[in-house]
């Protein structure tokens, strides 16, 4: 399959035994240690924003230069930059949802990134997998600009595209991608265990920072170079 025209054309991709499941495990447990407050138990999804910055382990794998590079040749560029990274942990047997939302309603400051997102434990049906509208990255921004606020967005079913609901159940150590125009959502947890997963997002290193977007004040989190482009100590190239 060529990945890379799937993904243009669908807005999303599963990679298949991208990360040894063993390592997945490792992972996990290492999300688990650093990531408390993700056991306890409630009516919401975990979030842990910049998580590698706690762990060794996990920035090494948020700055996997291999993936990175399988992820610049889906997007059709030489290099790609960390723009963020994240854990995500589902609660076992909790109500806990995301509804439809675009990335880009948080990430528009980056004009086109993809979230990149490790299994580190089962994500299926009945824990609560992705689901993505396909194709829908193809009508355009939907929803309203809100940066920052992955897990707070409102409800932007209203500005959803017609398309097949597609769900991307992932094996630990498996990785599935999509676009920030890709609508997407999760459903509860049903099973017995937490769904964890290690997400990157990144973006074509070519690209530079639309400022005249960002929140007044927080350019000072967003260093640039001479041209413009994100600073690479700052998001590191991989």
């Not at 994500?123 to 689901?131: A, D, H, I, K, Y």
Request: with cysteine.
């Amino acid at each position: 399959m060529d990945e890379a025209a799937y993904f243009r054309e669908h807005g999303y991709i599963a990679l298949r035994g991208v990360v040894d499941p063993a390592r997945a495990m490792v992972l996990a447990s290492e999300v688990d240690r650093v990531f408390p407050e993700s056991r306890v138990a409630g009516a919401r999804v975990h979030e842990r924003i910049g998580i590698s910055a706690l762990s060794p382990l996990l920035a090494e794998q948020v700055r996997n230069a291999d993936l990175g590079r399988r992820i610049a040749r889906l997007l059709g560029c030489d290099r790609v930059q960390l723009l963020q990274d994240t854990a995500l942990v589902k609660p076992p047997r909790s109500e806990a949802r995301v509804e439809w939302h675009q990335d880009h309603t948080y990430t528009g400051f980056i004009a086109e990134c993809v979230s990149v997102r490790l299994a580190l434990t089962e994500c299926t049906v009945e824990s609560g997998c992705l689901r993505v509208i396909d194709r829908s990255h193809l009508a355009g921004v939907r929803g309203e600009l809100r940066p920052f606020k992955a897990l707070e967005v409102r409800d932007d079913s209203h500005a959803m595209p017609d398309g097949e609901i597609v769900s991307i159940e992932l094996q630990p150590g498996d990785v599935s991608v999509h676009h920030c125009l890709t609508f997407h959502s999760s459903l509860e947890n049903r099973s017995d265990r937490p769904r964890i997963t290690l997400i990157a997002r990144m973006f074509d290193a070519r690209l530079r920072l639309q400022r005249e977007k960002l929140p007044r004040g927080l350019e000072i989190y967003f260093p640039t170079d001479t041209d413009g482009r994100l600073s690479e100590s700052a998001f590191p190239l991989l």
